[in-house]
């Protein structure tokens, strides 16, 4: 087999490991905004929404952006031309950096808490705004925790241990779901007896923090079988460490581009008429946006950046071009049947996962909008996660990071139109952040072919034409079933409304798949072989 072939294979198949433990992680996250909403209620639910709207903010920036892109460029690029002991240096240097810093930031966000909250959120009520304040200082502490677990993360990653990283978010999640029932049962009294009230957000806001420190914990004996010994170590002065430092802040501010617009969209939907419902029904559909996207683009772009990194040592090669634009045909391959469910069959699946308790019909409706429009960005935004870190293994960092100011800019301007002159409501910012996406893809790809003489663009055309006969089979599919299946949804019981969604999205993915394969699309016989041969030996 051709070292092509075989980082091709290799390539399919640390997805495949990645998809899986990330699914178990994306699951429990709907888990735990099921218990959310169902226990209190949309409005709620916004105002804790709200308040993790920062601290999950850097999350993102740090574990699947800024930090993890600019540390994993570097320590793969070391540990190949100095050596791993060489790399196990750098981790202790940037551990030991983070550490002090992030705390440094945790301390300001629960000081500036009060200011910060009414910031974000200007159009809430006085309640709301107390509430919100009072949990996000609570959950501020989680910056430091997670960029800690973005370095260790991004180690193992470099030392080709994949499901450990992607798993250790389940674990996060599970935190937040067992820890924060627990610390609502002991501090709500009526928590206990079936009335909940907004103090049981308090042992939620607390989980969150057991969360992250079980995120941390489950990677640390992975990081020491793989050599890593961690010791402090502030050499800041180290050439490497202001490598990784000098790729970050571009980076930071690329990244930043999608997590400022949710910032945005907070802000514009606070002055919606949904007020603290609009938060939470956006930050709902955004959940199930997250679930392919975590799955597929997040895992693709996961395994594909230390490979990048490796082969970027030599330039932009025909390797380096090929791994990329498999890259993008991988994540277009799974995404996009993910998109066209999620927007023809939103409403049926929010209804099936969160119309309980305190979540009605209505609140299945404002959130079934914005799916739809979510839906419509998960193709953009997955190909984003794998193109844009590409940037900074050929030292073009700067590329994205003007590309996402523009995108910011946009937002800024649409929503601005739509909510304060249009007088729309909190669906048209969730279109906005869409073709937001839609353009910062098209910028990226445009420069990113300009860069590297060529992307594989003629594969990938003919590509998405096998994949649209395909999807046009699955729509058909999913179309047909809501007018048979699902077409007294109302009047269905749960148990039936589960039954016909299920039976639903398997025939629509098998006919998917089937497709696929028939037309010889290459991305589906591998991840079928990896489906039937699992995790076997390269």
């Known amino acids: 087999m051709s070292d092509d072939k075989k980082d091709s294979a290799s390539q399919a198949r640390s997805t495949g490991i990645v998809s899986i433990a990330i699914l178990c992680s994306r699951v429990l996250g709907l888990v735990r905004d099921q218990l959310l909403n169902g226990f209190f209620g949309s409005a709620f639910t916004g105002v804790f929404t709200a308040a993790f709207r920062t601290p999950n903010m850097l999350r993102d920036l740090f574990a699947e952006g800024a930090l993890s892109t600019a540390f994993v460029t570097t ?18 240097k940037m551990i030991s950096l983070s550490l002090w810093f992030m705390t440094l930031v945790a301390i300001a966000g629960v000081l500036l808490a009060p200011i910060l909250f009414r910031i974000l959120t200007p159009g809430l009520s006085e309640e709301a705004k107390v509430l919100g304040t ?45 820890g924060g029932v627990i610390l609502a049962w002991i501090i709500d009294p009526g928590f206990r007896h079936g009335n909940v009230s907004e103090k049981g957000l308090t042992g939620f806001a607390i989980g969150t923090l057991i969360g992250g420190v079980l995120q941390l914990a489950v990677q640390l004996p992975s990081l020491r079988r793989v050599g890593f010994r961690f010791r402090f170590d502030f050499g800041c002065k180290d050439p490497a460490v ?23 969209n907070s ?20 959940r199930l946006q997250q679930l392919p996207l975590g799955l597929f683009g997040v895992a693709v772009a996961t395994v594909t950046l230390p490979m990048l990194s490796r082969l970027a040592t030599e330039g932009i090669t025909p390797a380096f071009r090929s791994a990329l634009a498999k890259g993008l045909r991988l994540v277009l391959f799974l995404t996009l049947p993910c998109a066209v469910g999620l927007s023809l069959l939103a409403r049926e699946i929010i209804s099936v996962i969160f119309e309980h308790g305190k979540f009605t019909a209505h609140d299945v409706e404002m959130t079934a909008a914005p799916l739809q429009a979510y839906a419509f960005g998960l193709i953009f935004y997955s190909a984003v996660k794998v193109l844009q870190p590409a940037f900074y293994t050929i030292n073009r960092r700067f590329i994205p990071m003007l590309i996402s100011i523009g995108i910011i800019v946009f937002n800024l301007a649409a929503n601005s139109t739509t909510v304060f002159w249009l007088g729309w409501g909190h669906t048209a910012l969730a279109w906005a952040t869409a073709i937001g996406l839609l353009l910062n893809f098209c910028t990226l790809y445009l420069c990113m072919r300009k860069f590297a003489s060529g992307l594989e663009t003629r594969s990938l055309m003919q590509a998405l034409v096998r994949l649209g006969i395909a999807i046009a089979v699955m729509s058909g599919i999913c179309l047909a079933a809501k007018f048979t299946l699902m077409a007294d949804w109302a009047h269905l019981s749960f148990l039936l409304r589960c039954v016909a969604l299920g039976v639903t999205i398997s025939i629509a993915a098998a006919a998917y798949f ?25």
Not at 243 to 259: D, F, K, N, R, Y
Not at 514 to 538: C, D, I, N
Request: hydrophobic share 55%; glycine share 6%; proline share 2%.
């Open 267 to 286: 802000i514009f939907a606070s002055f919606t008429e949904g007020r603290e419902s609009s938060l939470a029904w956006l930050a709902n559909a955004q």
């Open 514 to 538: 089937a497709v696929t394969k028939m037309l010889k699309v290459e991305e589906s016989g591998e991840f079928l072989s990896l489906l039937g041969r699992r995790f076997s030996k390269r």
């Open 134 to 178: 009072w949990l996000a200082q609570i959950m501020y502490p989680f910056i430091a925790l997670v960029s800690i677990t973005a370095l260790v993360m991004g180690m193992l990653n470099s030392k080709k241990v994949f499901f450990i990283p992607a798993v250790a978010s389940a674990f996060f999640n599970l935190g937040c779901i067992v």
């Open 75 to 92: 320590f793969s690029k070391k540990m190949k031309t100095e050596g791993d002991e060489a790399a196990w240096v750098l981790g202790r």
């Open 242 to 264: 202001k490598e990784v430092l000098h790729l970050m802040w571009p980076s930071m501010l690329a990244a930043s581009g999608t997590q400022v617009t949710v910032l945005l």
